[in-house]
């Protein structure tokens, strides 16, 4: 496994993951462990725009980095939402939807990979991205203010919807991955 830059940066992300839930979860700061988890939430997210740019202009693109980076934006995304729901910020219904949208492009993934079809990332998936991670910073600033409070909801929505159209996207794009050719004799 090469160990370039875009990699650690992306091995990074998933290391501050536990330090983000910890910190917010155990509220071992008081009251700025919150904002402290947000910081550390926004770097790595951070992490993310970063590790993709270099990789993509200095020709730093690698298998491990091809699996890992989808893999870490998902587990930082998802453990956020799931503390949210434990804190009582984000309803769970939402977080549901979420998870079996990852868990369905997956399953598309692995049956792609066994036919020997590389299925490259969406703009849909990429805006879904950038919106659930929007959510997530919006929720966890929880600014006490009419205006933040309706532009989260409309962010958290936007991000849910960007999630259902991204599959469907994704689905429609790529059924034919789905398709059983049985071989004739």
Known sequence: MEMNLPNK????????????????????FGGMSRWIALIIFVIASLTDLLDGKIARKYGLVT?????????????????????????????????????????IISGFRIIAAEKNVV?????????????QMTMVIMLLADIAHPVWSTASTVVTYAALALTVISLVDYILKNKSVMEDRRERS
């Open 9 to 28: 940066l992306t091995l990074f992300r998933v290391i501050l993951i536990p330090f983000f839930v910890a910190i917010l979860m155990t509220d071992c």
């Open 119 to 131: 299925i490259a990332a969406s703009y849909w998936g990429k805006f879904k991205t950038v919106f």
């Open 63 to 103: 298998t491990f980095g091809k699996f890992a980076d989808p893999l870490a934006d998902k587990i930082l995304v998802i453990s956020a939402m799931i503390c949210l729901v434990e804190l009582g910020d984000l309803a769970s219904w939402i977080v549901v939807t979420i998870v079996a949208r990852e868990f």
